[in-house]
């Protein structure tokens, strides 16, 4: 295992989740006595984990006094089931929110990724219509999304990823290998700033439990998007009355730059949107100092 990734699991633990008995990658960095607004919610996306964090982890410590992060079912360093566990993004929400009551959190600021937009939009709902569980009492501060397919209508799938959604998904599972995977990563993410290293512990973390092999369950998630987007996501975020963050690299090729524009002129209106030129998908881990500079503006400017 590379050494970075060594460290990261050394600092975190693993949970066992009921009732199926899954266990999961969880990290709390900071302080555990901070209050909401001092409280840094993340979700990683596809086929990410938290790791993909691990740049940005010290500026965001300069903002926030209490730092949680998890890798999902089927991502990093977690269990990657084939029984017990649908993949579908109604239920990675509520994996996130047993993390979160796992620490204790009360409320806090909610930053995601990916396919972490599409969680997020799903605990959004749940806290639009206060369905959200009583110990996450004082609620969610703010939401920032970065870089995700909120809206699918827009979204450029890699050929890959649409062969695995269809019926035939399973049976590619045996060919995808590194050069496949890092040239799809590649040319996801839209420029050539992602460094052989950030591949490698990509490809290392999707390796661990099999889960390449799995990545046809895992990515199920975009046919949720297609049945709940106009009917529950969607609205949720022009309903949304915290502050909405949208910070997009402009040179994504799957979660294009136009998808940004279209969410703040005609969904959620009211959202600061930031752009980060010639960032790409994996922004975080693509210019962290631009990333950082970005996401910490918009805490500052929402908090007065």
Known sequence: MNQKLKEWKANGEF???????????????????????????????????????????EGLQNKFERIILCDMLGYGLSDKPVEDY???????????????????????????????????????????????PGWFSDGLVSVTFTNGSLYHKMAKLRIIQKLLLTRYGKFLRNLVKKPIFAKQIKKAHGNDR????????????????????????????HLDRFRFEKTRWLPALAQAKLPVHLCWGDKDQIARIEMAHYLKENVCTNAKLTIMPGVGHFCQLDNPQLWLKSILHFYDESSG
């Open 194 to 221: 992602l460094s052989k290293e950030d591949i490698d512990i990509l490809w290392e973390l999707n390796m661990l439990k099999d889960g390449v092999r799995k990545s046809y369950l895992t990515i199920k998630y």
């Open 86 to 132: 649908t993949y579908s993004l109604i239920e990675q929400a509520d994996t996130v929110l047993k993390v979160w009551e796992h620490f204790g959190v009360k409320g806090g600021h909610l930053l995601c990724h990916d396919m972490g937009v599409s969680v997020a939009s799903e605990i959004l709902v749940r806290a639009n219509q206060n369905l959200l």
């Open 15 to 57: 949970i066992e989740l009921a009732p199926c008995r899954h266990q999961m990658f969880v990290k709390q960095i900071g302080r555990t006595s901070a209050l909401p607004h001092e409280t840094l919610l993340i979700i990683h996306g596809f086929p990410e984990s938290s790791f993909s964090f691990h740049k940005v982890i």
